[in-house]
């Protein structure tokens, strides 16, 4: 199979992601919408990989998994703080600093 | 199957990042072992410690520059050492007013006006976290100039980050602010991450490999597809760009800078400045340095855009931390000249600027810690009217920075601007010279209008005192001060050691 349909699909799930974080309201969805296009990133290492016949891309996507977790765990920290002090986690309410 | 070799890691060379990181993990086992009582003064001598020790190492591999650790995944050359040098002398005076524990919450974890907040500010407890926290992102920091392939650089780029959205939440006061800061800091900073990653995906497709070297010889041999490239660039760029707050993405800067507590301020719009531009030097100027004609025009107006923007918004701004932030997008436009001079000079010019501008940053917010009312600090301009009557020791140090920020003669902030303008001029790119003059004098406008409100308006009486600075925080104000006039005084010692180390391993 032609491993140009590989990077289509990451760059429509890059795309789908970006739209994802701009168009949501609910953090944790945006924050879901990162991830997506981290993994599209991924997809693409992977596939690049694949044509250029060496093994680097696929070990970046190792280290890009790893690096997502932490982003995991430091982002629901700060959700669900912001979250327990306004029992809301709309990025929308979160605009005290526009004033 | 190929035999496993080895891979040989030069430790003296990663020592000081090494040293940092072993510091930020004992800190995180004196969170968990050590009594509270010992825990704020065993965390800031460790820190400290730790700061200074690698301090010295990067001092002592100072000649050895040149060499790549780690297989090539990092250079230490005379940019990156210097860059070092820099973060950690930032870093220093940073921590030591981070060392103020009045700016941090006692207890994170605690709701916003609860009763268990207010307990644990009666009992005295301190957020210890925040020296670890900081460690992790000064080794990040220390990383990231220095990468040479897009892993370590991505990895890099998120262990300076990481640590820095969980500070910008740990206010004391107006918390809600504080929090939201952090959480906008952290999901632009990962939207923005995934820009990177991406980028970083189609440079690799580009070239087949991850290291700056491969992909440099890529761009000289010219047999891969420009579009890999181009989109490669591109993202690339928006991630970095992010991090050093340039115009189209610099959404985020000034309300973390005004939301996260004013130590954190410091450290953080100062050493990342320094830590992104070194990694955007060492990109622009070995891996896509050919590829110039591609990426330049478009830096060429974002620089532009950068400059004139940070400087008119903050024309209009009516406090103080928002002033300093839209200060710091127009200094990343000027920076950016410095990227887009594309020479020896640019180079030694731009590493000058970051070290100056740090240093003058760190001050600036330093004074800003130090006015306060009842209720926590006061970054109402209009409430700073008088201050130069009321302290006038504050007053004229915050008037020195500010001098400096504007590039007045005497200050670091002068020679920086001047050796980055001339070396934009010797590169050929007359106009981006002008536009910097014109917007250095607009965005002089408004230091100075600070310094006349704060001198020639009568005092408000509204409780607005300036507090005595604890002795660290008097410590770091005051070398800032004193760093920000030598480097402009007599800057030849400094700028003679920048042009004689700096070099940027191809």
């Known amino acids: ?55 680097e891309g696929q070990v970046v996507a190792f280290f890009t998994m790893v690096v997502a977790a932490c982003e995991v765990v430091v982002g629901l920290a700060i959700i669900v703080t912001i979250y327990r002090s306004r029992r809301s986690a709309s990025v929308d309410d979160a605009s005290l600093l526009k004033r | 199957m190929s035999a496993f070799t080895t891979p040989i890691l030069n430790y003296s060379l990663l020592l000081p990042i090494l040293i940092v990181l072993g510091g930020a993990l004992i800190g995180v086992m004196l969170e968990a072992f050590a009594s509270r009582k010992i825990r704020p003064i065993a965390q800031l001598s460790i820190t400290f410690g730790t700061l200074i020790l690698a301090l010295v190492q990067v001092w002592r591999i100072r000649h050895q520059s040149s060499l790549t650790a780690a297989m090539g995944s990092v250079a230490i050359d005379g940019a990156s050492i210097l860059a070092q040098g820099s973060v950690l002398l930032i870093a220093i005076l940073g921590v030591a007013l981070i060392a103020d524990q009045e700016h941090f919450t006692a207890l994170a974890a605690s709701l916003p006006g609860s009763s268990e907040e207010r307990e644990s500010i009666q009992s005295g407890e301190q957020l210890t976290e925040i020296y670890p926290l900081t460690l992790f992102a000064v080794a990040g920091m220390l990383l990231f100039p220095a990468s040479n392939d897009l892993i370590t650089l991505f990895v890099a780029l998120e262990m300076l980050s990481l640590p820095l959205y969980l500070m910008a939440g740990l206010s004391r006061r107006r918390r809600l602010l504080s929090q939201e800061s952090a959480l906008k800091y952290f999901l632009l900073g990962a939207f923005s991450s995934a820009f990177f990653l991406f980028g970083a995906a189609y440079l690799y497709g580009y070239s087949g490999s991850v290291s700056f070297a491969g992909i440099r010889e890529a761009v000289i041999g010219g047999s891969g597809n420009d579009v890999f490239l181009l989109m490669g660039i591109a993202f690339l760029s928006i991630g970095l760009l ?12 000034p309300d973390v800078y005004q939301g996260a507590p004013t130590p954190v301020t410091a450290f953080m719009a100062a050493a990342t400045k320094v830590a992104a531009f070194g990694a955007m030097l060492r990109i622009f100027y070995t891996a896509l340095a050919n590829a110039y004609w591609d990426w330049r025009p478009v830096m060429t107006t974002i620089a532009i855009i950068t400059m004139l923007f940070g400087s008119f918004v903050a024309i209009a701004q009516r406090d103080v931390k928002r002033m300093l932030a839209y200060s710091s997008i127009a200094h990343a ?44 600090e006061v970054t109402d301009l209009k409430r700073w009217a008088g201050l130069g009557k009321r302290s006038p020791f504050a007053a004229t140090l915050f008037a020195a920075f500010l001098l400096a920020f504007a590039g007045i ?60 600075p604890s002795i660290l925080t008097r410590f770091a104000v005051t070398t800032a001060f004193a760093v920000t006039i030598f480097l402009g005084v007599f800057p030849a010692p400094v700028l003679n050691f920048i042009t004689s180390t700096a070099l940027l391993l191809r």
């Open chain 2, 333 to 376: 436009g000027f920076l950016l000249i410095g990227v887009i001079a594309l020479n020896k000079a640019g180079l030694d010019a731009s590493i000058f600027y970051l070290l100056a501008y740090g240093v003058t940053t760190i001050g600036a917010f330093g004074v800003v810690t130090l006015v306060r009312d009842s209720t926590g």
């Open chain 2, 409 to 468: 003669p005497m200050t670091s902030g002068f020679i920086g601007k001047f050796s980055i303008f001339s070396a934009a001029y010797e590169s050929g790119n007359h106009a981006i010279v002008i536009v910097g003059v014109l917007s250095s004098a607009i965005a002089a406008y408004f230091y100075i209008r600070v310094i006349v409100v704060m001198f020639f308006n009568d005092p408000v009486e509204d409780g607005t005192t300036v507090v005595i």
């Open chain 1, 1 to 55: 199979m032609n491993a140009a349909n590989y990077l289509y699909v990451s760059a429509l799930l890059f795309t789908i992601g970006a739209i994802g974080v701009v168009v949501r309201r609910n953090a944790i969805v945006v924050f879901m919408c990162v991830e997506l296009m981290l993994n599209a990133a991924n997809l693409s290492f992977v596939t690049f990989a694949r044509i250029n016949g060496n093994l």
């Open chain 2, 242 to 253: 992010f991090k050093v707050g340039a115009v189209p993405f610099h959404a985020w800067t």
